[in-house]
């Protein structure tokens, strides 16, 4: 009886003689309105709208009710129905209960959109201060490092200058080193810099192995001259050529380099001090190993040496450095492990998987 008008009105509707049908078709259908009469033959019409609502909260259910049923019908209110009609039904009084329903719908469809936009006005709100937040420490980070660079700037032409005046060739050669390493290091920080502020794609080249890990070890070599400390690599096991991103992945071993070598210049208990440059292919990966005999790390320095902005050389450093290493190793679909004890020095295990290499030459 309640079809045809319902479809008149412009709904489409689905049928059911039963609450145990009507239950089913619920669950298949998930329909916005449900009008069910109160009694009917096994399951009532409150114990339907009990299990509609346990289902689906949102739903609005329409009571129909007869005369004697008021009771029944304010007590169906109580479970949160969204209206009832009492019989005989009337094609104007059902359609009116029917816009209620669908103002209820609407309003609570602009409140999810409104509670949406808000949460994403938050979330843009926070990852502002979050931004603002992180500028204030790469800007803090920054200026310290730079003043630090300055300084040996200043040392550099000053050994230079004195050198010149005095026809000191080992003084001139000494400021000239100083000079050189200071603007390798400026040259680092501004590319970690760069790297931070927008990560850029991966630039893939096969390289020779032997020569890439000799620019690399030529880079660092500079602060270690004259220091007792030896850089020493191992390339026996490693391959012919890597397809990697140069320029990315030398600053990132560079950086991890550098660590290594802070780590033996903090460490005051030994005299001499080594670090071992490795590069070897198992399996499935190529591994870089960087390895230290300097003044090690506790557990929590481990858990944070690869987080933005952490430094353990106070003011010195500004914590980009091995956070970029990281990023850049992850860009490689590679992972580096750390092990670590204090005063028994570090090791650097970085691992690229072995399709990002080129076939074996067959020679």
């Known amino acids: 009886m309640l079809q045809l008008p319902l479809e ?15 239950l089913s078709v619920f669950n298949q259908e998930k329909p916005a309105v449900v009008l069910t009469d109160i009694k009917m033959p096994g399951m009532d019409g ?15 259910v329409i009571m129909i009710t007869g005369h004697g049923d008021m009771n ?8 949160e129905a969204t209206d009832f009609i009492i019989k005989p039904i009337n094609v104007d009084g059902l359609a009116i209960a029917l816009g209620r329903a669908e103002e ?5 469809r602009q409140l999810h959109e409104h509670t949406r936009n808000l ?5 843009e709100k926070t ?10 420490l790469l800007i803090s980070s920054v200026s310290h490092g730079i003043k630090g660079l300055v300084t040996r700037l200043d040392g550099g032409l000053y ?8 026809q000191d060739d080992a003084q001139i050669a000494a400021g000239r080193d100083a000079l050189r390493q200071t603007a390798a290091r400026i040259k680092k920080m501004v590319q970690d810099i760069l790297f931070y502020a927008k990560e850029r794609a991966l630039q893939l080249e096969t390289v020779d192995t032997a020569e890439f890990a000799r620019e690399v070890i030529a880079t660092v070599q500079l602060r270690t001259n004259g220091k007792p400390l030896t850089v020493k690599s191992d390339l026996v096991k490693a391959p012919d050529q890597l397809v990697i991103d140069p320029e990315s992945f030398h600053s990132a071993l560079v950086s991890i380099l550098d660590n290594a070598i802070d780590a033996c210049f903090k460490d005051t208990q030994k005299d001499k ?26 557990r929590e320095t481990r858990e944070k040496i690869f987080t933005l902005f952490f430094s353990s050389k106070d003011r010195k450093g500004t914590g980009l450095g091995l956070y970029i290493a990281d990023r850049i190793i992850a860009q490689h679909s590679g992972s580096i492990k750390v092990e670590s004890q204090p005063g028994r020095g570090s090791c650097f295990r970085i691992r690229i998987p072995v399709k990002s290499l080129p076939p074996e030459n067959p020679s």
């Open 119 to 123: 949460e994403k006005l938050l979330q």
């Open 273 to 298: 001090h080594r670090i071992d440059f490795k590069i070897e292919k198992n399996i499935d990966a190529v591994v870089f190993s960087i390895q230290d005999n300097g003044i090690g790390m506790d």
């Open 127 to 136: 990852e502002l201060q979050d931004h603002l937040s992180s500028l204030g």
């Open 72 to 79: 029944l019908a304010i007590k169906s209110l109580k479970y």
């Open 104 to 108: 209820r719908i609407s309003t609570r």
């Open 8 to 22: 008149d009105l412009g709904y489409r509707v689905l049928t059911a003689d039963n609450a145990g049908t009507a």
């Open 159 to 166: 050994l230079l200058d004195s050198g010149i005046h005095k």
């Open 46 to 60: 409150i114990e339907l709208l009990q299990k509609i609502k346990h289902e689906c909260p949102e739903t609005e």
